[in-house]
Structures are given as C-alpha cells and as structure tokens.
C-alpha cells in the first residue's frame, strides 16, 4: 500500500492536482478511565499536563489518520488536501475525534 500525503492546505507544493476525488474522513472515540480521571483532575488543581490524556487524544488522532487513509487508498488517491481535525465532547469522559479533507490524485510539477 502506498503512502497518502495528508495536508491541511489546498494544495500540495511540487504537485498539480489533477483529479478531485471526494470526501474522506476518518473518526475515533476514545475515553477515559477513574484513574486518567482522578489523575487529570489533581492535575489541574495543581498544575501541569495531563500526559494521560495527551496519550489518548494521540491516540485518537493517529486512529482518525489510518481510517481517512484507508478511505483515500479505497478511491486510489495519493493525497488529503485541506484536512482539518475536529474534537467533540460525547458526554461524560468520552472524545470524538474527526478528521475530513479532499482525496486527490496528483500528478508531479
């Protein structure tokens, strides 16, 4: 399988886009356990990161960025163009990450 360039901007320098492809997007939904949740909060009470949730939004978006390139890999496209990452609260310890943009196919400048 080849790799999907992904891009948050419309264009992809050194290449032309030849072909728009379509929508593509890939989600998780990930949550936290009493632990993470204990911890975080002592942690904001005194300060500092929370690195168990860092670890988990991670997570998260690396989840998002597999499914969005299985699904450009799914119209044979070589790249995302104008990916943007959207993060929603689902109630009560639960995330929603989303990851969307454009499959392309492109051709060398």
Known sequence: MSDITITTTDSLEGHAVT???GVV?????IGANVVSDIAANIRDVVGGRS???EKKVEAGRKEAINDITAAAHELDADAIVGATFDYEEMGEGMLWVNLSGTAVKTRSE
């Open 25 to 29: 997007s890939g989600e998780a939904i």
């Open 51 to 53: 690195g168990s949730y």
């Open 19 to 21: 072909e728009y492809l």
